[in-house]
């Protein structure tokens, strides 16, 4: 009996080591456990924290950029009205009837990288297409072929300018023998032009409109012949009996001492004179194309602040008080 009850006493022994073991596995396993869900749980967290400091990182960019982008728009904005003004500004000095080609008031500076500059020219010497066409008459048209040449226009190509133009402004329908009357996508106005933006509507006169400046050397205001005293190299030598070489020496000596045209110094007062000193006045055909001097006075404006530039271009009759002609911006 005792041995039995040793026996059973070990036993039970084992059975109560075997509980201990088992439940003490059991709370390993359970801590084991509880270990990776904290493990994953601070993982799934630190990954949350990250997205949500990316999001609020990108905000945050997007927003200087923004910001950024608002405040340079609004500076270039700025800088656009100061240019416009400062145009507008030396546009209104050159109003003045005080002011001439050669007046120092024709240029300012205001701060850094601020300022204008004006430049004021004779309109009479450009070609106003206006008087040129009233009448078709040859001298004319044919001042018309010669600077269509100067400026490298090759003869077919004049003879269809020419006559398209011709057609344009006429008030019949009948085409000339290169020129262009009313067809599909195409309707000539007939009747003078208003504007020489006109011209980029008239067939063969396209390539001729596409290039920078190509409206410098015409105009619709003067109403007149060509005043020489302020007429472009190109204008002059599309006058008959005038040369080269004449048209050099006569542009060197107009601008007088100063080298400025339009001031005291200038030798000549009149186209006539100028012509009587050339010693072509005799010939009647260059007579008949020259006039002045014109009261008529083309101003380019050019305002400026930091890197943006503003232009104003105005034609004005000075003659007592100013009379504004024609006004664009650009």
């Not at 007939?190 to 396209?206: D, F, Q, S, Y």
């Not at 012949?225 to 302020?230: A, Q, T, Y």
């Not at 000549?268 to 072509?280: D, K, M, N, V």
Request: hydrophobic share 40%.
């Amino acid at each position: 009996m005792g041995a039995l009850r040793k026996s059973s006493g070990a036993v039970s022994d084992r059975r109560v080591a075997v509980r201990e073991f088992t439940s003490t596995a059991r709370d390993s396993e359970s801590v084991r456990e509880r270990v990776r869900r904290y493990r994953r749980t601070r993982g799934a967290a630190l990954m949350l924290s990250l997205w949500a400091l990316f999001l609020l990182s990108a905000m945050v960019i997007y927003w200087a950029l923004d910001i950024n982008a608002r405040l340079a728009l609004s500076g270039n904005a700025n800088r656009t009205l100061e240019a416009e003004a400062l145009a507008c500004s030396g546009a209104e000095i050159a109003l003045h009837p005080a002011t001439n080609p050669g007046s120092s008031v024709l240029a300012g500076s205001f701060g850094r990288n601020q300022g204008y500059r004006v430049r004021v020219t004779g309109e009479g010497g450009r070609i106003d297409l206006g008087w040129l066409l009233n009448g078709e008459k040859p001298e004319r048209i044919e001042l018309l072929r010669k600077f269509l040449e100067i400026k490298g226009v090759d003869l077919n190509e004049r003879d269809r300018m020419i006559d398209t133009l011709l057609d344009w402004i006429d008030p019949d329908n009948s085409v000339r023998l290169n020129g262009a009357e009313e067809g599909p996508g195409y309707k000539p106005a007939n009747k003078m032009i208003a504007r020489l933006e006109e011209l980029k509507k008239i067939k063969g006169w396209e390539e001729f409109t596409s290039v920078d400046d190509w409206d410098s050397d015409l105009t619709l205001d003067t109403k007149a012949g060509i005043d020489i005293l302020w007429a472009s190299r190109d204008v002059l030598l599309s006058l008959p009996g005038i040369n080269e070489q004449l048209v050099d020496q006569f542009i060197t000596l107009r601008s007088g001492p100063d080298g400025i045209q339009g001031t005291e110094d200038d030798p000549f007062r009149s186209s006539q004179e100028a012509l009587t000193t050339l010693g072509i006045a005799q010939l009647p055909q260059t007579a008949a194309l020259v006039a002045g001097p014109i009261p008529i006075w083309r101003v380019i404006s050019e305002g400026k602040s930091g890197d943006v530039t503003r232009t104003v271009r105005m034609v004005v009759r000075k003659q007592g008080s100013a009379q504004l002609l024609s006004w664009k911006e650009f």
